[in-house]
């Protein structure tokens, strides 16, 4: 029909996503990790800051000050809460990072383990209890060269 508008749209892309962590102290929580996790600060916001931004590679956190826990720490550890999921390209760089991670001192909730999904992951406890899930892809993924796993 002349003159009608074309009811086709295209969708909008999301390119990444960027948890927020709920931290006591934004400095002592870059501190912990730049020097940790070798994360960068990205940004810190406000005097003294109550907010900040930190990246590693393609990962970005977001760090906001609260007073208190807003999790129960005791179903955060009995129901493995994660706080945020990353992850890497290869089975051998879940097991590189593992190997820095604890080399520099980290607190594992879960050391690097092989899950029945064929995944490799092991999950950190950042100073203020937040569980950092680091995951490599499952092998089935790897070995048929799926694109959505």
Avoid: H
């Avoid at 940004?43 to 129960?72: H, K, W």
């Amino acid at each position: 029909m002349p003159g009608s508008a074309d009811a086709t749209f295209s969708r909008a892309v999301i390119t990444a996503a960027e948890p927020q962590l709920f931290v006591a102290d934004i400095t002592s929580s870059c501190d912990f990790f730049v020097k940790t996790l070798g994360f960068a600060i990205v940004f810190t916001y406000g005097e003294p800051p109550f907010y900040a931004q930190i990246m590693r590679d393609g990962a970005r956190l977001n760090l906001r000050c609260v007073e208190q826990s807003v999790i129960d720490p005791v179903l955060r550890d009995r129901e493995e809460l994660l706080s945020a999921s990353l992850t890497v390209a290869s089975a051998e760089e879940i097991e590189q990072l593992s190997l820095e991670f604890q080399a520099a001192g980290a607190t594992f909730f879960q050391t690097l383990t092989r899950q029945p999904w064929g995944a490799s992951d092991f999950i950190v406890r950042d100073p203020d209890g937040n569980l950092l899930l680091f995951a490599g892809p499952a092998e089935y993924c790897r070995d048929v060269g799926a694109i959505a796993c």
